[in-house]
């Protein structure tokens, strides 16, 4: 398992999670504040350099390793949602960018000077159809002018590049809706004060998400990635190392529920003996233990391949949905065996059962991922 293969790791990231408790996240919400000094502390460490290769000043660690670091915040209770994107996103530049790139922004990325977080993709009116989107880079001489709006773009506001896919030809003149479209690494300092307008969006946990609206904003040519026209691939890749990471984080959302829940069940006396001497609270969250353990498995495979340059959609998307559904589960067996108590901030189920319920949901939801199985690995017929 990924926590026994990079034992050491998991422990000295397990040391940092615990100077950041329940309290820390709790007074965070209520202040609806970023986690600006445990993103930090992660950055001085290392670990969100952890896949950036040691020419370009990080730690060049396997994917495997990134994982395993993704799992271990999460199971210390700690929310790696505030900073996951810059491990995933990241992926693209190293893969698709030129050497220019690549050496003017991935040291910087290492040392924290920039923070890679946000990643434009979504849209108000296009959804999971991601390749209608609408925003639009015209190409201008040495430039490029985007104009259009990204919804749901997460960290925005504590971002300085923002990896943005956007149409360099409209939908209608390709011969696939997959081509013509582009990536692009966006000066966010710069574009704020140049057409680019954030809106934060409050949801159920604190997730800094947020609306980005372009007018006329110029981005050099030079910070295109890759070729024009072939962005939807070099997204496609970044998505299923996202889609990996993400399953990681659930499985140790999963195993902080089961642990909090039985520990609880232990402890916990009505009617002169322990709550988890009942199989009615035993069954439950031994249930979703084995769920975790099923998940765990896949999210192993998935990043092995991912790691080997193999083929690996079908094992991203079903690691993250049985890691998505298997942290649910948990975290209702969780809710379930504190009773009242659930409810009540200080125990942090209540905030980690919000955080988790994301993933069955973004970055993908489970109905796309059954309708990849069902038609890209078991050849049904197409549903769109
Ligand atoms: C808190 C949060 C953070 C996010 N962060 C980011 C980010 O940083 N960057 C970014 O680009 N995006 C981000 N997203 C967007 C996320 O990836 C999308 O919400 C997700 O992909 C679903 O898209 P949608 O919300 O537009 O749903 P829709 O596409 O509108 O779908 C709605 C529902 O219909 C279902 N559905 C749609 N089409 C079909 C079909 N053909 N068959 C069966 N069911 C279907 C879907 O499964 C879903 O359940 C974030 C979202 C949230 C909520």
């Not at 609806?32 to 290769?53: C, H, K, M, Q």
């Not at 015209?138 to 985007?146: A, I, K, L, P, S």
């Not at 943005?164 to 479209?181: F, I, S, W």
């Not at 192993?300 to 193999?310: F, L």
């Amino acid at each position: 398992m990924l926590n026994q293969d990079y034992a050491q790791i998991c422990e000295e990231v397990a040391k940092l999670c615990s100077g950041f408790p329940g309290e820390y996240w709790q007074k965070l919400e209520r202040q609806n504040a970023y986690p600006a000094e445990f993103v930090d502390e992660l950055t001085r460490a290392g670990y969100l350099s952890a896949l950036i290769p040691e020419e370009y000043g990080g730690s060049g660690l396997p994917f495997s390793a990134a994982a395993a670091i993704l799992e271990e915040i999460q199971r210390s209770g700690c929310n790696g949602g505030a900073c996951h994107a810059q491990m995933y996103i990241m992926g693209a530049i190293l893969r698709h960018g030129s050497d220019e790139q690549k050496r003017k922004y991935l040291p910087k990325i290492a040392t924290g000077e920039l923070r890679l977080q946000a990643f434009g993709v979504t849209e108000p009116t296009s959804g999971t159809d991601t390749t209608s989107l609408k925003t639009f880079a015209r190409r201008e001489g040495d430039h490029y002018v985007v104009n259009g709006q990204k919804i749901w773009t997460s960290r925005a506001e504590y971002s300085d590049l923002m990896l943005l896919l956007a149409r360099t030809t409209p939908k209608d003149q390709v011969a696939k809706k997959t081509e013509g479209l582009s990536v692009f690494i966006l000066d966010m300092q710069e574009a704020k004060n140049a057409g680019m307008t954030i809106r934060p969006i409050r949801t159920m946990m604190n997730h800094a998400t947020t609306e980005v609206f372009f007018d006329n904003v110029k981005v050099p040519a030079e910070n295109l990635v890759g070729e024009e026209g072939n962005g939807f691939r070099y997204i496609l890749s970044g998505m299923n190392a996202e889609r990996i990471l993400i399953a990681a984080e659930c499985v140790g959302d999963a195993k902080w529920f089961i642990k909090k829940a039985s520990d609880y069940s232990k402890e916990r006396v009505v009617f002169g003996r322990p709550i988890g001497q009942n199989q009615g609270i035993q069954f439950p969250i031994a249930r979703a233990y084995a769920q975790m353990r099923a998940a765990e498995l896949m999210v192993v495979e998935a990043a092995r391949r991912y790691e080997q340059g193999e083929s690996c959609g079908e094992e991203a998307n079903i690691a993250k949905m049985l890691a998505a559904e298997a942290s649910w589960v948990a975290a209702e067996a969780c809710v379930q065996t504190y009773g009242g108590f659930a409810f009540a901030e200080e125990y942090d189920v209540e905030r980690k059962f919000r955080e988790t319920r994301l993933y069955q949901v973004a970055p993908i939801s489970t109905n796309l991922i059954l309708s990849f199985i069902a038609e890209h690995v078991l050849g049904m017929p197409r549903s769109y």
